[in-house]
Structure formats: C-alpha cells, structure tokens
C-alpha cells in the first residue's frame, strides 16, 4: 500500500515523524506498509518490555475481553487485584492505584505527597508541599508533571508553571540539602534519568537521600515509569541501591504495549481519603489482565537474570564498539543503556540506519551527542549482535 493513501494530516501536528505507516509488529521486528522490515530498538519507548505482540499479551487481551471489559471503577474486578497482589508481594509497597499514563501515575503521586503534607504539617501548622525534583529529568506532560521535569525550555512553553517544584542536580546530595525548607514534602527522581540520556544516579547517592528524607520527615518518590519492570535487571531499579522509597511511579514496562500505569506507596502512606483520587479507566479489567500476563513472564524463574546477563552483553560489546570507532563511551543499567558519540551526529545515525536496505535500524538518540538502547528484555544475543553489526556499518558510512 502506497503511503501517500494515509491522510496524515488528518492527526494533529505534534512531532516530526518518518514518511512510514507500520502495520504488523512481531518481537523485535517491525514491518511498514510497503514490506520493508525494521529491527526495532525503541520498543515503544522501553515498553514493549516482551516485544511486538507476544503471545501472551494476545491471550490475555482476547480472554478478558470476551469475559468483561468493563464494570465500572466503583466496583472491583478480579484482574484489578491480582497485579495489585503481584506488584506488592514483588516491591516493598502495600497499595496500587492504577492511571493509565506515567505523567497520570505521577500526578497521583504529587496529590499523594501534598495529602501527605496536609496531615505531616511543618513546626508553624503549615500544609507542606514543595516537591524537590531534578536538572534534566522527565516526569510527563501534563502541566503538573511538565512542572516537575527539568527539561530545558518547559518552565515558559505553556507558563505559568505548577508551583513547588525545585530543582537540584543529580548525584550532587548538597545541591538537594540546599533547597530543603519547612514546606518541603518529598523528593523525587528517576533512579536513571531516561530521556536526559540514560544517566544513573549513583548508588551513594540513592543512600544519601534516603537518608536525608528520613532525617527531615519528608517522603523519597521514585519514577520508575521507565526503569521499573525488569528494564534494569531488577524488577524495580531502586532494589540497585539497596534502599526503601514511600512512592514508586511506573508506567512503559508494566503494561507491556497497551495503555497502563501505576502509583503505588507504603501502607502509612497511602492517606488518599474518599473522592480524592480517581478516573474512569483506573484499574480497568483489559488493561490489568494484560499487566498480569507481564508481571508473570517478568517473575518467571530465571527472567530478570537473563536481563543482566545480556543488559552486561550490551555493555561490553558497545564498548568495544565505541573503542573500535573512537567514540566516548556507554553507560546505563540492565537493557537501557546509552552510546556516548562524543559529537552531535546521533540524528544522522537514526536516519543513516533506518534507510538501511534491505532491512532497516530503529535507533533514539534523545540527545544529539547519544544513541539510548531500549530493546525488549527478550531481546537474543543474536539480536543484540545483529544490531552492533548494523551499526558499525552506519558509523563507517558516516566515516567514523
Ligand atoms: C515516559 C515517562 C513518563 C511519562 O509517561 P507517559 O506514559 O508518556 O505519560 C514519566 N516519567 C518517566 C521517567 C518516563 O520515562
């Protein structure tokens, strides 16, 4: 079929896209309209954490649909509890909320931690709310999460901003202490910074505020929308550092493809009273069936190992890589990792590599100067092979 048949335009202008209409996914694979295959290396942005259309995805969408799809957030439903039951036998939280965004998870989170502040007032009787978040960090985009981020340009794009949220700099515990007042509720990070281009916090400083919110009484979120489920070879990346957060944020991973997120938080935490928090789609069957059928294959008995064993794979090989075509570098956790290019010629590589014939590359370069690595966590070592391969060919093309 002829791309020129879509009406494109007919979807609101939001990004530049590739002239490409994909229509049939399988694992790693993706296939355009004309036929053309592609090894796909964004997986939805590190959610399609089993690849393109696993089997039991399928299942479990096609079961729970033909059974019940929708009852009504007043009432309970049985696949509902079940990942509730998973999530928190597997984290050290005890209860789930679940959205259907990372940036609606989020907003939960925020409500949660300013609830919290109403009832934990300062020495003066004062509500606390100010959220310390981080220089270059993601949390979404609707206007409260677009305030948290640190993202250059976002605090004018749609000014004002959401106020109380502060930003200090990651992996410096000084720059954090420096902004703790008597209004301050929580602090919260992502344990890698994703879009920033995959930069870890260090395990010292995930202790380090840990230890800092617990002197002050003040809560430690984690958004884990992209980190959690799996992505980092453990099921959550804050188990990375050995330390306990009140709130996990996740999102990407946990509905593996389809439309699904969570907040979840410790028993003493969790203050919503009645009407607080909400939405009509929050814990929908469909959509938590599917989260079950992920949950069970990440937990299955050898899975996350897998992940470290290949996410160190990947690590050695794009170091070797790097080395081969003087390059600076990588860095990352598990199966997200990132290829420092040392200049700004990650745009090019994306074009270079998708246009490949007779199969193409799916590379992300968030960052001009980087490549970020988001294969499924089923990803084989071939695929992994096949694609250092691909992109050793691109960066000789490019005369590295
Ligand atoms: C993607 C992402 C979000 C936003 O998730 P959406 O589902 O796009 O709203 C929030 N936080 C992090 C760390 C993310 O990577």
């Not at 939001?14 to 290396?41: A, H, Q």
């Not at 959550?236 to 907040?263: H, N, R, W």
Request: aromatic residues 8%; glycine residues 10%.
């Amino acid at each position: 079929m002829e791309f020129s048949q879509y009406d494109v335009n007919k979807l609101m202008y939001i990004t530049n896209r590739p002239p490409l209409v994909f229509v049939e996914g399988d694992g790693m694979w993706l296939t355009d309209n004309n036929g053309k295959r592609y090894l796909d290396y964004l997986q939805g942005w590190a959610v399609n954490c089993l690849g393109h259309s696993p089997a039991c995805i399928h299942d479990a969408l096609v079961a729970q649909s033909k059974k019940l799809i929708n009852p009504s957030p007043a009432f309970y439903n049985e696949p509902s509890i079940e990942l509730a039951k998973l999530l928190t036998e597997n984290s050290c939280f005890d209860r789930v909320f679940f959205a259907n965004s990372g940036a609606e998870a989020n907003e939960g989170a925020f409500k949660l931690a300013r609830k919290w502040g109403k009832l934990h007032k300062n020495a003066a009787g004062e509500n606390r709310y100010e959220i310390i978040t981080f220089d270059h960090s993601f949390h979404g985009r609707t206007i409260a999460a677009m305030s948290a981020s640190g993202k250059a340009g976002w605090d004018t794009i749609f000014a004002p901003q959401v106020p109380g949220f502060l930003k200090a700099d990651l992996n410096d515990i000084a720059s954090v202490e420096k902004l703790i007042t008597d209004k301050t509720v929580a602090i919260m990070l992502e344990p890698v910074q994703g879009e920033a281009g995959v930069i870890p916090a260090t395990r010292e400083f995930m202790q380090a505020l840990r230890a800092l919110t617990k002197k002050h009484n003040i809560l430690l979120i984690v958004d884990e929308v992209q980190t959690g489920m799996g992505r980092t070879g453990e099921m959550f990346a804050y188990q990375l550092s050995g330390i306990e957060p009140d709130i996990m944020t996740l999102g990407k991973g946990i509905g593996g493809g389809v439309p699904l997120a969570a907040l979840l938080a410790r028993e003493e935490i969790a203050v919503f009273e009645a009407g607080d928090q909400g939405g009509t789609y929050n814990g929908n069957p469909v959509m938590t069936a599917v989260g079950v059928a992920v949950a069970k294959a990440l937990l299955a008995p050898g899975f996350l190992q897998s992940v470290q064993d290949k996410g160190n794979y990947l690590s050695q090989e794009l170091i070797k890589l790097s080395n081969k075509h003087g390059l600076a570098g990588e860095r990352g956790e598990g199966l997200l990792r990132a290829l420092k290019l040392g200049k700004d010629i990650g745009p090019q590589i994306v074009d270079k590599a998708r246009d490949l014939e007779p199969f193409g590359l799916l590379l992300n370069s968030p960052r001009p100067d980087l490549l970020r690595f988001m294969p499924s966590l089923n990803v084989t070592k071939e695929e992994l092979d096949q694609m250092l391969t691909l992109l050793s060919v691109v960066l000789t093309e490019l005369g590295q």
